[in-house]
Every structure is written in structure tokens, then in C-alpha cells.
């Protein structure tokens, strides 16, 4: 890498880009990093960061709305927002430690581009859904917004939403605005002990589907339980099925009640005290049993009740060890070191039970070689060609990360 | 006389018009296609009936395959194409246009599958919104995007507008809530984009396509997340004597930390007309009203209906009710959901559908009174006071000569002034052509060109639904620039 432009305002960011335009220079795009290992190798010259624009600039806590400049610290962004009772309903994931970065030092803007959400996503929506409003640049060098700072908006097409999960491939954000919540006053949490997988689903997509509004729903088989910080969850030497509920205390008492009673089939759940639940919802967004690795780390998205019958067809290929979450719609799955990361069984496994399947950790000869996303459909592929070719047509912005020939 | 210029028609197509009739009857049968003329003028309009033209025909086809032969001929042959659910668009969004085949997709309304355990449902697109509701009412679950249309709409044109409703406060809008499409494009080409997963593979297409009012191609089937319902849900209305103090009681709501199921506001002439026609115990003598509605078991309601209370206390309302019974609550949804046809019944009327941050409320209500009153116009206003959704309703006699223009000379007003605290011209009506010529009044030029080249990626000839969204010369400056560049590129790849 020989230079890092780091445009400090919205000016200089479209200046920067019209120049690597003007001269057709790619730049690798990055927030504060923290997911550079993410992605298919991208060989440009320069790299441009977000993380010179911070600062949050609007934020209004009765309407629920906060925008802030691309490169804030996600960090930031929940110490502001958590003084005031309020969240970031989606939960972001938190890939640093996963990636052998630090945590905690993500960038909002990252947060949109890369659609990270965590456990609560089942519950509340995922980070696009938050996503209210947007500025950016594109490739032709052009300044521009979509969407805007209330909570309804059709006018014209949702830009904004459109551009999350590009992965910095279409456009540099420059500010984001999105919704927020109210915290939630109490948190109770249910762990079920010794599930297997397929149980273990049952039991999550029963507790969705009562009435008792449970927010987050994961399942550590016994391998991932064992590496958890908390000492008397991980003395259980057994797998372990958590529900949460959130809301007022008296609501949450009455629920639990109902909960344990509807799920009574499946055991006697450990009750986790609120420091304790809290502890471990956060464990799960940092992915902190999963650290930095030799190995090789996957998200796969398929419904839930695919889910155990996906990971068992993986592991006649090869040892993994797979942490559920969203009821099993999203699999994060470890799998032993090797040249192809096991790209082949795991997408076979993939195409025959449904859904997709990302790349997430591996190292820069394996991302060289293997499709890290979901290959397209050839429909598929071609509208997205398209909307690179009218957002970045000259390639500048993170070639070849999400697809080798964009 | 409706000021709002149309696209003329293609005279080419227009004398080719036997011949294309007979080409789509042999390609979907004749039963399908609509050629006689009482026929077509059951889709001359929409909801916005001031503006009315007769297609050049119609088809109601029965598959998607069917629907994908249409839309090729149709890209072979050159002409425009209107998709069309039930014409209930506020913002002429599926107005037909005399040289367009409008392609509806009503007969295509089946239930595909419904799985309660991974809580979704696959269903075709021309299924009317309530009836996904009703389809998994027996499980217990629901669809949760609610527009105030629900029994006559449908879901291809929820997709269409990202449509909105009462209960959007706590459940989303239609993008919110959608989880995959199949969607033929233009060329016929049948694309299936996302599924029964909770997220998107690659760049977020279904994003794109939720909202593209049927500019991008025709949905044929979705797959909608369903959610369990709660145990129960009750609503109260507070009454007081200015729009501010409801406007504040909303805001002290939220930032309380609660957030209800569904805030609705209306004024007094709103109040009036729809206790009217529903009997619903509105309170008459109060200036503004809130419906607020909350879910849980019964206790949890009371606790909740009740810590409300203490905060619309402190702004000394006029009136709280609390719904004492199911049939109580069915009724004062009832008056809300009927509030636009209640107020059709004694006028013509404009309905409009900026979206405001909240603080400003007290503001821009006093506002649109002034710009009504100043153009000799009645008006109502009955709203999402949640989300600062605000529907005015402009009322007008359209037999009046003038009374059409003034009243969109005052709607237009009204969104100005939405854009100048912040808001959005369209909170979920869409564009239509009804605020297309406004847009620039919220987007700059490259705004509007970053989102017609996606237009272009789905749909190059702009043949869907054209003449809508944006302004007609952002239009043909887009298709002259797009042209220039095909010619840059053409004659460079002849010099090398
Ligand atoms: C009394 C009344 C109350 C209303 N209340 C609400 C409300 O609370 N919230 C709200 O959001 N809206 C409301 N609306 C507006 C309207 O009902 C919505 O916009 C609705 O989604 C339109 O659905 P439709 O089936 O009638 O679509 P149409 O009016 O037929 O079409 C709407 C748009 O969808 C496109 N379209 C239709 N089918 C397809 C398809 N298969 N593929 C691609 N594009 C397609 C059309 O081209 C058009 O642009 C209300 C309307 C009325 C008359």
C-alpha cells in the first residue's frame, strides 16, 4: 500500500475521488479496517478512509433519528446513544475479534456498508432496515443523498438501503442517518442445556412463535459452549439454547413465566441474572468464542429449519464447529485450515438445503483463489454488473472484492 | 382543468393497436386480454381520479410465465407497459396511458406455501394485503404492513410503493418485511431475489426493487416475513385542545421510551366526519385526537394504557378513553381505516403525504391551515402522528371550474413546506406522476441521475411505467446523455 487518503470533510472526500477519477486510480476502501480481511484481495494503490469525517451531527432523541459522518466510531456512536436510553436495535456484529482486530473499533459507516446485524435482528430488523438516509460519493466523482432524516420516505427509490451491504463496491458513504430505540428496561435470559442442534431449533422457533416477543434466540453446541469467558455456563459442559426477552421488569417476569411454562418440553433453563445475560448477549455480538485463527470462519444465511440438517452434511466433509444464531437462519461456521477453505462441500451443502454463504476469515492466498460471497445467479449477476457499471464505472472502489471481474 | 402534463402518446403504436391486441391474444389467450372499451375504462385511473386515460388494452394474465411473454413482445415490439394490483395508488402510480399495455397481476392472488415455524409466507403478488393477514390469522401470525387500503390492495402494489399503515410504528413498512421477489424484468427474463432468509445475498436488490413503483419490472410472487401476534391489543384516545399539545404528547411518548404499536392523529373536521360514519365514541368537543394503540397480555396493556396516561396528564387533555371492549377497538379502527372514504363522501379531496420530523408538528399544522384557508380550501387532517406521516386532506369540488388547480396548488404548498423542516415530499403514497415535477425540490440533478441510471439497469428502454417519478425533462436529458455515451463508446470500440 503506498498512500492512505484520508479526506477529513465531505469536500475532500469528493475532491480525492474526482481526482482517482481524472487519473483512473482504484482505492481500497476502509472504515477503521477492522474487516479489511473480509473479501476477495483487493490490489489498488491507494486506500481512502472514512475515518478522518466523524462526528455525530444530528441527533434527536424523541423522533428516534441520529445522523453521523461515516468514520465515527460505532463506539462513540453507543456511549451517545446509551446516555440518552436509547440502542441500535439491529445489535451490530462486531467482526473485529474474529478478525484479529481489536473491538470496538468499527466505523458506523462500516456498520451500513457491510449490513452487520446481530441476535436482535430476528426480532427488530437488521441494520439496512434502520437505515434511513445517506451521503455519498460515487465513481463519476459525483456528491449525492437519498433518503432523508424521517422515519417514512418513498420518495424515489431507497438509494440508501440499495447501497448497504455493497461493501464500499458502489459509492462512499460520507454520512449515514438512521433510526434508533428506546433500551429496552430489563433483560432476562433462558439457557436450555444439552439440546442437540435439531432440538435446539425446535425450541427457538417455538419460543418466535409465541406471543411473548423473545429478541434473540442462539445455540452453542458443546465445542463453542466450552471456550465461553462465563465460568458456570461453560462448567455445563453441554450445549447451550439461549432466549432472550426484553422489556419492562414486571412485562419480563410475567413473560419468563409464560416462556418456561410453553418450552417446559425441553428442560429446566438456567435464568441468567441481568449482568450476567448482558455479558453474554455481548459475547455473542463480539463472536468472542470464535477469536483469531488459523482457521477459517463462515456466515451462512438458510432458514431455520435447514439449519442443523446444513451443518451435519458439512461435517461429513470435514470438523466444524457452528454457532447459531437467528433460530439457525444464520450460521457462523468454523472450519479446519485448508486451500479452498472448503469452499466446494460447503456450497454444495448450501445449494441443497437453500440460502447463502460468505467467506468471512481467511487468508489472503485462499480469498485469491475461492468466490469468498455467494456465486450469482447469472440474472443476478448481471443486474449487479449493472448497478457497478452506473455507480462505479470506472472500477475504482474496491475492485474485485465482491466479485473477481467488478 | 388537472394541471399535471402526460406524456403524449406514440402514435405508431397507437395505429399498430389491432395488430398488438391479436399478437397478445394468441400469445396468452383471449380470455386474458381486455380490448373492448367499457372493458378498459375500469383501469382508465386510480385513486387519483382527477387524471384519467383509457389503455391501449389490458392483460390480466394468470402465471408468471405468462406475464414474461408479455413483457418480452412488448421490449421486442417497443411499447410501454403499466403493471397494475387494484389501483388503489393515491399518486396515479398505476395510471395506464393510451399507447401502454396495462399488465395487472389481480388473478394471480394464490397462497403458495405458509410456514409457520420459520415464519414466513410465499404468496402471489395479486393477493390483496388483508388476505395474507387472514391466510395465517389461523396460526396465529400476521402480515404486519397495514395500509388503511388493506382490503382492496395488493401486495405487487405494496411492493411497488413500500406502502406504510397504522401499525408501521413498531412493525415497518413494507421493505421491512419482505424477504424475497420473483420479478420478471422487461426483457422477460424471470429473476428470483432473495428468499426465506433474513438476509440479502450480494448487493441488496430487493432493497431496490421495494419501493421502485413498477418501474423496475413485474412482481409475481413474494416471499413476507409473518409475525406472531401479541396476545392482545387495546387502544385510548386523548383528546386536547390544540394540535401542539397532541404533537407534544407524542414526542413525550417516544422519548418516555415506549413505543406503542401505533400513534394516530386527527384534527377536528377529521374527528367529526369519521365519528360520523363509524360511531366509534370519538370525543367531539377536543381539537386534536390520539389513537394509541398497545399490545400484551391484559395486564400489560393496563400497566402500559396507563403510564400513557400519566404523561398526557401532565398536558391537561380534554378527554381519555380508554377502548373498553374488542367491539369498542374494532369500531375506533374502523372510523380511522374509513377516515379517507368518510371524508370522500362529502367532497372531492387531494390527499397528500409529506413526512415531517415530529418537533415541528405544532408548526407545519398551523401552516397548512394558513395555505388552505389562503386558497379558499377546507381541510382535514388524519395522520401517522408516530412517525410525523401527516395526510392532509385538501377538499375541493372538481366541479368548480379552478377548485382542481387550486387544490394542487396547495398540496404542493403543503410538500414545500414538508422538504423546507426537514421531511420528505411522500412518506409512503409514492411519486406517481402526482409529485413528480416536485422532486426537485428534495433532490439535486445528480440525486435524481443516480437514481435514474438504476432505472436504466433494470429497465434501458424506460419502457415500465413511464412518464412517472421523475420530471419529464430529467428524463429525456438521462436517455439523451445514456445515448451520447452509447455513441462515445460505439465509435471508440470502431476506432480501435
Ligand atoms: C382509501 C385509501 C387508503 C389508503 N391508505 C393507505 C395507507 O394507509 N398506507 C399506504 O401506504 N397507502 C395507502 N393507500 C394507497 C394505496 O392503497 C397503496 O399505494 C397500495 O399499495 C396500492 O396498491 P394497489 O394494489 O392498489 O396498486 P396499484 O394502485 O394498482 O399500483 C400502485 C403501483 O404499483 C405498481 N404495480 C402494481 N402491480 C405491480 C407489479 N405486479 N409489479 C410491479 N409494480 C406493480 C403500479 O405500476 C403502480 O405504480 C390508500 C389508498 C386509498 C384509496
Known sequence: MDEILKPATEWELKSMISALAERQIPAEIIGAGSKRGVGRPVSAPVALTTSGMRGISLYEPSELVMSARAGTPLAQIEVELASRGQMLPFEPIDLGPALGAPAGIQTIGAVFATNMSGARRIAAGSARDYLLGLRAVNGHGEFFKSGGRVMKNVTGYDVARGLS???????????V??????????????????????????????????????????????GLARRLKQADLRSEKKSLTAIRIENFTRSISYRKGRLKEALAAFGEPIDLSLEKSLQFWGDMRRLSFMPYEPTHLWRISTSPRMAAKLVNDIKRHMPVEAFYDWSGGLIWLETPASADAGTADIRRAVA???????????????????????????????LSRGLKDAFDPLRLFNPGRMYATM | MPSIELPSPDASILARRNEIIRDLQSLVGVHCVIADEDGRRAFETDALTAYKRLPLVVVLPSTTDEVSKVLKYAKVNGIKVVARGAGTSLSGGALPSEDAIVVGVSKMNKVLEIDYENRFARVESGITNLAISDAVGRGGFFYAPDPSSQIACTLAGNIAMNSGGAHCLKYGVTTNNVLGVKIVLMDGEIVEIGGPFLEPEGY????????????????????????????????????????AKAGMCVARIIGSGIIPVAIEFMDRPAIAVCEDFAKAGYPLDVEALLIIEVEGSEEEISDR???IASIAEELSPQAIVVSASAAQSARIWKGRKAAFGAVGRLSDYYCMDGTIPLTHLPHVLEKISEICARHGLRVANIFHAGDGNL?????????????????????????????SVGGCLTGEHGVGIEKRDLMRVQFSETDLAVQMRIKSVFDPDWLLNNGKVFPLDAVAAALARREAELQRATGAAAAA
Not at chain 1, 356 to 370: K, M, N, W
Not at chain 2, 221 to 241: K, S
Not at chain 2, 408 to 419: N, R, S
Open chain 1, 352 to 382: 441443497i438445503h437453500g440460502g447463502h454463504a460468505t467467506l468471512v476469515r481467511a487468508d489472503h492466498s485462499v480469498r485469491g483463489l475461492v468466490d469468498v460471497f455467494q456465486p450469482q445467479s447469472p440474472a443476478t449477476e448481471r
Open chain 2, 391 to 419: 395526510h392532509p386532506l385538501v377538499m375541493y369540488d372538481a366541479n368548480k371550474p379552478g377548485e382542481t388547480d387550486k387544490a394542487e396548488a396547495a398540496g404542493a404548498e403543503i410538500l414545500k413546506l414538508c422538504v
Open chain 1, 165 to 175: 451491504g455493497s461493501w464500499g463496491t458502489l459509492a462512499v458513504m460520507s454520512e
Open chain 2, 204 to 243: 441488496d436488490l430487493l432493497a431496490l426493487i421495494v419501493g421502485s413503483e413498477g418501474q423496475f419490472g413485474i412482481v409475481t410472487e413474494a416471499t413476507v416475513r409473518i409475525l406472531r401476534a401479541a396476545e392482545g391489543a387495546r387502544p385510548m384516545m386523548i383528546g386536547f385542545e390544540s394540535s
Open chain 2, 305 to 307: 394504557l396507563a403510564y
Open chain 1, 177 to 222: 442517518t438512521f433510526k434508533v430505540l428506546p433500551l429496552p428496561d430489563d433483560v432476562a435470559t433462558l439457557v436450555y442445556t444439552g439440546l442437540t442442534d435439531d432440538l435446539a431449533v425446535e425450541l427457538m422457533s417455538t419460543a418466535l412463535g409465541l406471543p411473548y416477543e423473545v429478541s434473540g434466540t442462539v445455540h452453542l453446541p458443546a
